[in-house]
């Protein structure tokens, strides 16, 4: 049973055919890469998951329930499905801890005893246990990104999806934003990541997709995809990349 699938999930915003038809299955434990240029539908994809967005047509399933399903009622699908962005959208006045805590108390009903013990645990689990009382502003870009990486696994979630986390991030600091995947992909998370590192898509992915006008113009594993394209868009695409150094 896939963890999560997508049946040809079609959106538009207007006129414009944004996902068109897109199948994909993700398998429990699986990391899947999205890649393809600006505009090609990666974020908008990633986002019909947990539903940010709402697709106009097909149907995306988690553990084979569908994500519409009453049963996740208004917040559960959250819990579920965890995401972090390229601009970490923490709180500036805030402490991290109540960053961490805000949604779990205000949204999920926990206690503020309960919530802050598993933001600290969280905390520490990244090497940031110090920086409870601390406000973001007093943190380093990877740093704010580890917190809202914590903040994305408050609820244990079986899913999380990453877009572009490291795009946002000085160079010198990606590497340890790219190091907090590896980790989780190592204890088994499941994950769909959209990203323009292509020798990280390389090192973490089982799978990658091309992206090109809202469709998955190619998928395999990525020694083959970066190897040898099958198709000559995908090619076009990798070949930029390469001449912009970031392969
Ligand atoms: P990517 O992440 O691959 O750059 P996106 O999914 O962000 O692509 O965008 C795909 C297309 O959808 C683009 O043409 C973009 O302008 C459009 N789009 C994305 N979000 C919105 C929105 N909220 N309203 C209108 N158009 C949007
Ligand atoms: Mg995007």
Same mark, same amino acid.
Do not use: W
């Given at each position: 049973m896939p963890r999560v699938?997508?049946?040809e999930?079609?959106?538009?915003?207007?006129?414009n055919?944004v996902?068109?038809q897109v199948?994909?299955?993700v398998?429990q434990?699986?990391?899947?890469?999205?890649?393809?240029?600006?505009?090609?539908g990666?974020?908008?994809l990633?986002?019909?998951i947990?539903?940010l967005?709402?697709?106009d047509?097909g149907?995306?399933?988690?553990d084979?329930?569908?994500v519409?399903?009453?049963?996740?009622?208004?917040v559960?699908?959250?819990?579920r499905?965890?995401?972090?962005?390229?601009?970490?959208?923490?709180?500036?006045?805030l402490? /991290?801890?109540d960053? %961490?805590?805000?949604a779990?108390r205000?949204?999920?009903?926990k206690?503020k +005893? $309960?919530?802050?013990? =598993?933001?600290q645990?969280q905390?520490d689990?990244f090497?940031?246990?110090?920086?409870?009382k601390?406000?973001?502003?007093?943190?380093?870009?990877g740093?704010?990104?580890r917190?809202?990486f914590?903040?994305?696994?408050m609820?244990?979630?079986?899913?999380?999806l990453?877009?572009e /986390?490291?795009?946002a %991030?000085?160079?010198?600091?990606v590497?340890?934003v790219?190091?907090?995947? +590896? $980790?989780l992909?190592a =204890?088994?998370?499941t994950m769909?990541?959209?990203?323009h590192?292509?020798g990280?898509?390389?090192?973490?992915?089982?799978?990658?997709?091309?992206?090109?006008?809202?469709r998955?113009l190619e998928?395999?594993?990525?020694?083959d995809?970066?190897?040898?394209?099958?198709?000559?868009?995908?090619?076009?695409? %990798?070949?930029?990349?390469i001449?912009?150094?970031r392969l």
């Open positions: 699938q997508l049946a999930v079609t959106k538009y915003f207007g006129d055919l996902l068109d199948d994909l299955s398998a434990h699986e990391v899947v890469c999205l890649i393809g240029a600006s505009g090609s990666k974020s908008t990633l986002r019909c947990n539903r967005v709402k697709a047509y149907d995306i399933y988690l084979d329930v569908p519409t399903d009453e049963s996740f009622g208004k559960g699908l959250h819990k499905i965890g995401i972090v962005f390229q601009s970490y959208n923490l709180f500036p006045h402490t /991290v801890l960053n %961490l805590t805000l779990p205000k949204v999920h009903g206690s +005893k $309960e919530a802050e013990a =598993q933001a645990e905390l689990r090497g940031m246990g110090r920086f409870a601390a406000y973001p502003e007093q943190l380093s870009g740093q704010q990104q917190v809202a914590v903040r994305a696994l609820n244990k979630p079986d899913v999380l990453l877009d /986390v490291t795009a %991030l000085d160079p010198e600091l590497g340890e790219l190091g907090i995947i +590896k $980790e992909k =204890q088994g998370m769909v990541i959209v990203t590192e292509m990280f898509a390389r090192d973490v992915a089982d799978r990658v997709c091309f992206l090109e006008g809202g998955i998928e395999g594993n990525p020694t995809m970066f190897n040898e394209p099958q198709h000559e868009r995908t090619r076009a695409f %990798l070949d930029r990349i001449e912009a150094g």
